[in-house]
């Protein structure tokens, strides 16, 4: 006998769930994005038999509502930063003029058929599919709809989902999903929190002429990253005129005749300014509201699930979770794919060797780009390492003054003794590029010589390396 949870209805009392099971599957796979997907390609290549839950479109953000879209609309503003930076090569060129609508629908194009393709290849691979939301019942039975499946593992994948505020008129607020399908560029915007996606974004729309302003209520934006590379980005970037305004908590935001009113306090006084639109780019959390964990006996800290070092529920070592919903690890496309991978692995209980997190690169697709792979400074001394740190500013190196680059730094942190690279932190000079020699060095654990007596084509930015070690 299967014991009911109970769920609320939307326009009533509380009321019992029937608990007939209509399916039995080896695993079901709740998210269809990068890591849950990765997951459901192990479990079936291993012979079981899956269930692959979508509440939204098949592929998930980075596909549909994030990264890939976002990069086409970087990829317009480097074509607008070479234009700019045509007269510095002795070339004549007319003001160049964004059609912000024509790359909107542009960019749309690349999010036409991703899901349909993807729903295919799984109907393909005879993984079973289901769009609708998914919600535990029991502590192996998830509902979708009406419909009740058992699996002997499931897996959360359902990503991430911008972190509410909860201000008075933060109805008021967009997201970033919204600027990256509104045809309308707006002729001012306060982005609330200083993160990947706020500057990214924020070096698009300046490019397109947008007045731009980052509200950031800690010391600096980007607070992961190096703190140095980070000032040497902010600098670059209020000469291109983004405004940026520290330690500012925003306190409402409210709507006027001329705008939106965004109210906040620097140092305990009030302020405020007006701006055509207001995005919420805070962060993003977990996205497990509405999953019914209680019913599954999955404990949980609001939006922090308890788990092992295995990605399972301490509470319910059936449940595992992967990708962006994990509390602890860093939100990006490839690492949640390799997460799903290692955990389909586990799931079907085949060995799998835990993930490098130290050797994962990722870079902030401003112009210049930010990359960096490994430890911050900051982190390196915490853990009482000995080591080194190399900087330079590359911005008088021939290659630099080739492709008038103004802004271009490299921080790379080395070991004494081993030579191992702990870190480094690129700014500019294909900065997106190289930073995945430095991942690999860091993943076979080499010492900075293998990366200076290395070949490398030249001139290029990574003959340069040898000079940043």
């Not at 012979?47 to 980075?62: F, H």
């Not at 480097?78 to 700019?84: F, G, P, S």
């Not at 993807?118 to 919600?135: D, F, M, N, Q, T």
């Not at 006084?269 to 999955?298: K, W």
Request: charged share 20%.
């Amino acid at each position: 006998m299967i014991t009911a949870c109970y769920v609320k209805s939307n326009s009533g009392p509380k009321t019992a769930l029937p608990m007939s099971i209509v399916n039995n599957v080896d695993v079901i796979v709740i998210g269809a994005g990068n890591a849950g997907l990765a997951a459901a390609s192990v479990a079936k290549e291993a012979g079981w038999s899956v269930l692959v839950v979508e509440s939204r479109d098949a592929g998930g953000t980075c596909p549909i509502r994030g990264c890939v879209p976002k990069k086409v609309l970087v990829a317009a503003a480097e074509a607008l930063d070479v234009i700019n930076n045509a007269a510095g090569h002795g070339i004549e060129v007319s003001k160049p003029k964004l059609n912000w609508s024509a790359l909107i629908e542009r960019e749309q194009g690349f999010v036409e058929g991703v899901s349909e393709s993807i729903e295919a290849s799984l109907k393909r691979r005879e993984i079973g599919y289901v769009k609708g939301h998914a919600r535990f019942v029991d502590r192996h039975i998830v509902a979708v709809g009406d419909e009740r499946y058992e699996g002997r593992k499931i897996l959360v994948a359902t990503g991430s989902t911008p972190r509410t505020l909860a201000i008075p008129g933060a109805e008021f607020l967009i997201t970033s999903e919204h600027l990256l399908s509104s045809p309308e560029l707006p002729e001012s915007i306060v982005f609330i929190g200083g993160g990947v996606i706020a500057m990214e974004l924020a070096h698009v729309l300046v490019r397109a002429g947008t007045k731009v302003t980052i509200l950031e209520r800690g010391e600096r934006p980007l607070p992961a990253l190096d703190a140095d590379a980070v000032e040497h980005l902010v600098t670059h970037s209020e000469a291109l005129g983004i405004k940026f305004l520290r330690n500012a908590v925003l306190t409402a935001v409210t709507k006027s005749d001329a705008g939106l009113v965004v109210q906040y306090e620097q140092a305990g006084v009030s302020h405020e300014l007006i701006a055509e639109a207001v995005a919420n780019t805070s962060g993003r959390v977990a996205n497990i509201e509405g999953l019914g964990l209680d019913c599954a006996q999955v404990e949980s800290d609001g939006n922090r699930v308890m788990l092992d070092e295995q990605g399972r529920s301490t509470s319910n070592p059936s449940i595992f979770f992967a990708g962006d919903v994990l509390p602890s690890t860093p939100q990006l496309s490839p690492l949640a794919t390799r997460e799903g991978r290692v955990v389909g692995r586990q799931i079907v209980g085949l060995d799998a060797a835990p993930l490098n997190y130290m050797a994962n690169p990722s870079a902030v697709f401003t112009l210049p780009a930010l990359a960096q792979v490994g430890r911050t400074e900051a982190m390196a001394k915490s853990e009482g390492l000995d080591f080194r740190v190399v900087e330079n500013d590359m911005s008088t190196w021939r290659s630099a003054r080739t492709y008038l680059e103004k802004t271009t730094y490299a921080k790379v942190l080395i070991e004494n003794g081993s030579n191992r690279i702990l870190g480094a932190h690129l700014l500019g000079h294909g900065s997106q590029e190289t930073i995945h020699a430095f991942a690999f060095a860091i993943q076979h654990g080499l010492a900075s010589e293998s990366l200076a007596d290395a070949a490398y084509a030249y001139p290029t930015f990574h003959s340069d390396l040898k000079y940043l070690l």
